[in-house]
Protein backbone atom coordinates (compact mmCIF):
# COMPACT_ATOMS: atom_id res chain seq x y z
CA UNK A 1 0.00 0.00 0.00
CA UNK A 2 3.06 2.30 0.75
CA UNK A 3 4.30 4.36 -2.32
CA UNK A 4 7.90 4.19 -3.15
CA UNK A 5 9.52 7.32 -3.35
CA UNK A 6 12.72 8.07 -4.33
CA UNK A 7 15.51 9.25 -3.92
CA UNK A 8 15.97 9.56 0.04
CA UNK A 9 18.23 12.34 0.12
CA UNK A 10 19.12 14.89 -2.36
CA UNK A 11 22.21 17.66 -1.47
CA UNK A 12 21.45 20.41 -3.48
CA UNK A 13 23.22 23.73 -3.79
CA UNK A 14 21.20 26.99 -4.29
CA UNK A 15 19.58 27.55 -7.71
CA UNK A 16 20.36 23.71 -8.97
CA UNK A 17 17.23 21.30 -9.87
CA UNK A 18 15.65 18.31 -8.34
CA UNK A 19 13.08 15.70 -9.21
CA UNK A 20 11.51 13.75 -6.14
CA UNK A 21 9.27 10.17 -7.50
CA UNK A 22 6.49 8.30 -6.49
CA UNK A 23 5.26 5.39 -7.17
CA UNK A 24 2.69 2.89 -6.60
CA UNK A 25 1.51 -0.44 -7.18
CA UNK A 26 -2.04 0.31 -6.77
CA UNK A 27 -4.83 2.36 -8.73
CA UNK A 28 -4.83 6.02 -7.71
CA UNK A 29 -7.25 8.93 -7.59
CA UNK A 30 -5.03 10.96 -6.01
CA UNK A 31 -1.32 12.35 -5.53
CA UNK A 32 -0.61 14.80 -2.49
CA UNK A 33 2.62 16.37 -1.89
CA UNK A 34 3.69 17.70 1.23
CA UNK A 35 7.03 19.42 2.79
CA UNK A 36 7.44 18.81 6.15
CA UNK A 37 10.49 20.32 8.73
CA UNK A 38 12.01 18.65 11.51
CA UNK A 39 9.32 18.24 14.30
CA UNK A 40 6.57 21.01 12.38
CA UNK A 41 3.65 19.43 10.09
CA UNK A 42 3.46 19.05 7.00
CA UNK A 43 2.67 21.58 4.71
CA UNK A 44 0.55 20.89 1.51
CA UNK A 45 2.14 21.83 -1.46
CA UNK A 46 -0.06 20.66 -4.82
CA UNK A 47 -2.62 18.12 -5.32
CA UNK A 48 -2.56 16.07 -8.45
CA UNK A 49 -5.94 14.17 -9.71
CA UNK A 50 -6.55 10.54 -11.87
CA UNK A 51 -6.09 12.41 -15.57
CA UNK A 52 -2.06 12.87 -15.77
CA UNK A 53 -2.01 16.00 -15.34
CA UNK A 54 0.73 18.32 -14.08
CA UNK A 55 0.48 21.28 -11.74
CA UNK A 56 2.62 24.35 -11.14
CA UNK A 57 3.60 26.45 -8.47
CA UNK A 58 6.19 29.17 -8.45
CA UNK A 59 9.63 27.26 -9.20
CA UNK A 60 7.47 23.68 -8.02
CA UNK A 61 5.77 21.62 -10.45
CA UNK A 62 5.03 17.89 -10.14
CA UNK A 63 3.13 15.43 -12.46
CA UNK A 64 1.00 12.34 -12.74
CA UNK A 65 0.85 9.82 -14.68
CA UNK A 66 -2.00 7.14 -14.22
CA UNK A 67 -0.93 4.79 -16.38
CA UNK A 68 2.28 4.17 -14.57
CA UNK A 69 0.68 5.36 -11.37
CA UNK A 70 4.21 7.36 -10.83
CA UNK A 71 4.31 11.13 -9.83
CA UNK A 72 7.04 13.31 -9.86
CA UNK A 73 7.80 16.39 -8.09
CA UNK A 74 9.88 18.77 -9.78
CA UNK A 75 12.02 21.63 -7.86
CA UNK A 76 13.87 24.09 -10.00
CA UNK A 77 16.35 26.90 -8.83
CA UNK A 78 16.26 25.76 -5.47
CA UNK A 79 15.82 27.85 -2.41
CA UNK A 80 17.58 27.63 0.89
CA UNK A 81 14.02 27.74 2.23
CA UNK A 82 13.15 24.34 -0.05
CA UNK A 83 14.83 22.09 2.79
CA UNK A 84 12.84 19.80 4.45
CA UNK A 85 11.61 16.09 3.72
CA UNK A 86 9.15 15.68 0.99
CA UNK A 87 6.47 12.94 1.21
CA UNK A 88 4.07 11.97 -1.29
CA UNK A 89 0.69 10.75 0.20
CA UNK A 90 -1.22 8.51 -2.44
CA UNK A 91 -4.90 8.34 -2.09
CA UNK A 92 -5.89 4.97 -3.50
CA UNK A 93 -9.65 3.78 -5.10
CA UNK A 94 -10.91 0.35 -3.08
CA UNK A 95 -14.07 -1.17 -4.46
CA UNK A 96 -14.59 2.15 -7.13
CA UNK A 97 -14.57 4.81 -4.13
CA UNK A 98 -11.97 6.42 -1.99
CA UNK A 99 -12.32 6.54 1.77
CA UNK A 100 -9.71 9.75 2.06
CA UNK A 101 -7.18 8.23 3.96
CA UNK A 102 -3.38 8.98 2.55
CA UNK A 103 -0.66 6.11 2.40
CA UNK A 104 2.59 8.25 2.66
CA UNK A 105 6.04 7.53 0.76
CA UNK A 106 8.99 7.57 3.45
CA UNK A 107 10.09 10.90 2.17
CA UNK A 108 13.03 12.29 0.73
CA UNK A 109 15.17 14.22 2.72
CA UNK A 110 16.43 17.24 0.60
CA UNK A 111 19.05 19.68 2.00
CA UNK A 112 20.00 22.62 0.17
CA UNK A 113 23.41 24.64 0.87
CA UNK A 114 24.08 28.36 -0.19
CA UNK B 1 -7.26 31.98 7.57
CA UNK B 2 -8.53 29.32 10.31
CA UNK B 3 -5.79 26.14 10.55
CA UNK B 4 -6.14 22.89 12.09
CA UNK B 5 -6.11 23.16 16.08
CA UNK B 6 -3.99 20.53 17.86
CA UNK B 7 -4.21 20.29 21.86
CA UNK B 8 -1.84 19.79 23.69
CA UNK B 9 1.09 20.81 21.44
CA UNK B 10 3.47 18.53 24.05
CA UNK B 11 2.60 15.96 26.75
CA UNK B 12 4.74 13.26 28.72
CA UNK B 13 3.65 10.70 30.28
CA UNK B 14 4.80 7.97 32.33
CA UNK B 15 4.14 4.35 31.01
CA UNK B 16 0.82 2.86 32.02
CA UNK B 17 -0.98 6.18 31.87
CA UNK B 18 -3.62 7.57 29.78
CA UNK B 19 -3.24 10.37 27.38
CA UNK B 20 -5.87 12.51 25.56
CA UNK B 21 -5.12 14.49 22.21
CA UNK B 22 -7.75 16.46 20.91
CA UNK B 23 -8.51 18.47 17.50
CA UNK B 24 -10.24 21.11 16.48
CA UNK B 25 -10.33 20.77 12.54
CA UNK B 26 -11.21 24.15 10.36
CA UNK B 27 -14.63 25.09 10.22
CA UNK B 28 -17.04 23.51 8.12
CA UNK B 29 -14.79 20.38 7.29
CA UNK B 30 -16.47 17.72 7.91
CA UNK B 31 -13.72 15.09 8.12
CA UNK B 32 -10.99 14.31 10.66
CA UNK B 33 -8.09 11.70 9.98
CA UNK B 34 -5.42 11.24 12.98
CA UNK B 35 -1.94 10.22 11.53
CA UNK B 36 1.05 9.12 14.18
CA UNK B 37 4.60 9.61 13.19
CA UNK B 38 7.71 8.04 14.52
CA UNK B 39 10.77 9.87 14.97
CA UNK B 40 12.26 9.85 11.18
CA UNK B 41 8.96 7.99 9.76
CA UNK B 42 6.83 8.78 7.47
CA UNK B 43 3.17 9.99 8.75
CA UNK B 44 1.00 6.22 9.61
CA UNK B 45 -2.75 6.36 9.33
CA UNK B 46 -4.87 5.45 12.52
CA UNK B 47 -8.34 6.22 11.72
CA UNK B 48 -10.95 8.54 10.46
CA UNK B 49 -13.97 9.76 10.89
CA UNK B 50 -16.85 11.50 8.92
CA UNK B 51 -19.94 13.38 10.20
CA UNK B 52 -19.07 12.24 13.95
CA UNK B 53 -19.22 8.57 12.63
CA UNK B 54 -15.82 6.66 12.27
CA UNK B 55 -15.13 6.10 8.23
CA UNK B 56 -11.97 4.14 8.09
CA UNK B 57 -9.93 2.58 10.70
CA UNK B 58 -5.99 1.93 10.04
CA UNK B 59 -3.26 0.46 12.31
CA UNK B 60 -4.30 1.80 15.50
CA UNK B 61 -4.37 -0.33 18.04
CA UNK B 62 -6.69 -1.17 20.46
CA UNK B 63 -5.64 0.93 23.33
CA UNK B 64 -6.48 3.38 21.69
CA UNK B 65 -9.79 5.16 21.00
CA UNK B 66 -11.16 7.87 19.20
CA UNK B 67 -14.26 9.58 18.50
CA UNK B 68 -15.60 12.47 16.54
CA UNK B 69 -18.47 14.76 18.46
CA UNK B 70 -21.27 17.14 17.64
CA UNK B 71 -19.30 20.24 16.59
CA UNK B 72 -16.84 18.14 14.49
CA UNK B 73 -13.53 17.84 17.24
CA UNK B 74 -12.07 14.89 17.64
CA UNK B 75 -10.37 13.15 20.70
CA UNK B 76 -7.62 10.35 20.27
CA UNK B 77 -7.48 8.40 23.44
CA UNK B 78 -4.84 6.75 24.54
CA UNK B 79 -4.61 4.18 27.58
CA UNK B 80 -1.94 1.92 29.06
CA UNK B 81 0.98 3.86 27.52
CA UNK B 82 4.00 2.31 25.65
CA UNK B 83 7.30 3.65 25.56
CA UNK B 84 6.76 2.97 21.41
CA UNK B 85 3.89 5.26 21.41
CA UNK B 86 5.99 8.04 21.78
CA UNK B 87 5.64 10.09 18.67
CA UNK B 88 4.68 13.18 16.69
CA UNK B 89 0.46 12.81 16.39
CA UNK B 90 -1.36 14.82 13.90
CA UNK B 91 -4.33 15.73 13.09
CA UNK B 92 -5.81 16.70 9.30
CA UNK B 93 -9.53 18.05 8.25
CA UNK B 94 -11.02 17.54 4.87
CA UNK B 95 -14.40 18.70 3.59
CA UNK B 96 -15.14 15.01 1.99
CA UNK B 97 -17.22 15.58 -1.24
CA UNK B 98 -14.22 18.22 -1.99
CA UNK B 99 -12.08 15.42 -3.69
CA UNK B 100 -10.46 18.19 -5.57
CA UNK B 101 -9.08 19.21 -2.10
CA UNK B 102 -6.07 17.90 0.13
CA UNK B 103 -6.28 16.94 4.04
CA UNK B 104 -4.98 20.27 6.40
CA UNK B 105 -2.52 18.82 9.09
CA UNK B 106 -2.53 20.84 12.33
CA UNK B 107 0.59 21.84 14.34
CA UNK B 108 0.98 18.50 16.06
CA UNK B 109 1.11 17.04 19.92
CA UNK B 110 4.34 15.36 20.64
CA UNK B 111 3.43 12.50 23.18
CA UNK B 112 6.76 11.17 25.12
CA UNK B 113 6.59 8.54 27.19
CA UNK B 114 8.92 8.18 29.69
Known amino acids: QQPVQSPQAVILREGEDAVINCSSS?????VHWYRQKHGEAPVFLMI?????EQKGHEKISASFNEKKQQSSLYLTASQLSYSGTYFC???????????????FGRGTQLTVWP | AAGVIQSPRHLIKEKRETATLKCYPI?????VYWYQQGPGQDPQFLIS???????DKGSIPDRFSAQQFSDYHSELNMSSLELGDSALYFC?????????????FGPGTRLTVL
Open chain 2, 49 to 55: FYEKMQS
Open chain 1, 48 to 52: LLKGG
Open chain 1, 26 to 30: KALYS
Open chain 2, 92 to 104: ASRIRRRRTDTQY
Open chain 1, 89 to 103: GTEKVDRGSTLGRLY
Open chain 2, 27 to 31: PRHDT
